[in-house]
């Protein structure tokens, strides 16, 4: 079954550092999005990208937050520079063009020291 | 915010049915209800969704009531490795709406 891969699995870098997680959605799939679960709390909204473009974005996703799809096989979340905060997993997901599903990958955990 | 409404936990027998119960009063005419899992810290998992009318696939069963304002999930036979974070969401289909999650349900299969 086709899957969202994301790496690094796990990653660990210094207050300031910036940071690029990556995903390679499912093959043909058009609609991503990052998603981020600070442990204990609940999953939320951070993107959604279409069309090379960003379709929507939540609070969270200010401007230290950027993501591009550069090859078109990958798409990247950049943190420009990490707060402690920013400690978290964070969840690629993808949607086909004409699929209901939205099918998630087993998420980066990033931790901030 | 999420627009459902669902008991934060609750507790199930191995191989008894998981009946797992959501409020979505709010509902507009065009949002489905989408049911995923979150196991321990593993990424969402796709269970079901459905319209209006009853659905079935291998993993569950979604039934959805007359004025569309709750749903249940059914587990028929749970199982341990079905203790998990259930989350019910609506969600428009078109386009690429994000999903919107809760708190969900903690559910706990038990031996």
């Known amino acids: 079954e086709p899957e969202v891969t994301q790496t690094p699995s796990h990653q660990v870098t210094q207050m300031g550092q910036e940071v690029i997680l990556r995903c390679v959605p499912i093959?043909?799939?058009?609609?991503f999005y990052w998603y981020r679960q600070i442990l204990g709390q609940k999953v939320e909204f951070l993107v959604s990208f279409y069309n090379n473009e960003i379709s929507e974005k939540s609070e969270i996703f200010d401007d230290q937050f950027s993501v591009e799809r550069p090859d078109g096989s990958n798409f990247t979340l950049k943190i420009r520079s990490t707060k402690l905060e920013d400690s978290a997993m964070y969840f690629c997901a993808s949607k086909g063009d004409s699929g209901h599903t939205i099918y998630f990958g087993e998420g980066s955990w990033l931790t901030v020291v | 915010d999420a627009k459902t409404t669902q008991p934060p936990s609750m507790d199930c027998a191995e191989g008894r049915a998981a009946n797992l119960p959501c409020n979505h009063s709010t509902i507009s005419g065009n949002e489905y209800v989408y049911w995923y899992r979150q196991i321990h810290s593993q990424g969402p998992q796709y269970i079901i969704h459905?319209?209006?009318n009853n659905e079935t696939n291998e993993m569950a069963s979604l039934i959805i009531t007359e004025d569309r304002k709750s749903s249940t999930l059914i587990l028929p036979h749970a199982t341990l490795r079905d203790t998990a974070v259930y989350y019910c969401?609506?969600?428009?289909?078109?386009?690429?709406?994000?999903?919107?999650f809760g708190k969900g349900t903690r559910l706990s299969v038990i031996a």
């Open positions: 459905g319209l209006k």
């Open positions: 969401i609506v969600r428009v289909h078109s386009g690429n709406t994000p999903l919107v």
């Open positions: 093959s043909n799939h058009l609609y």
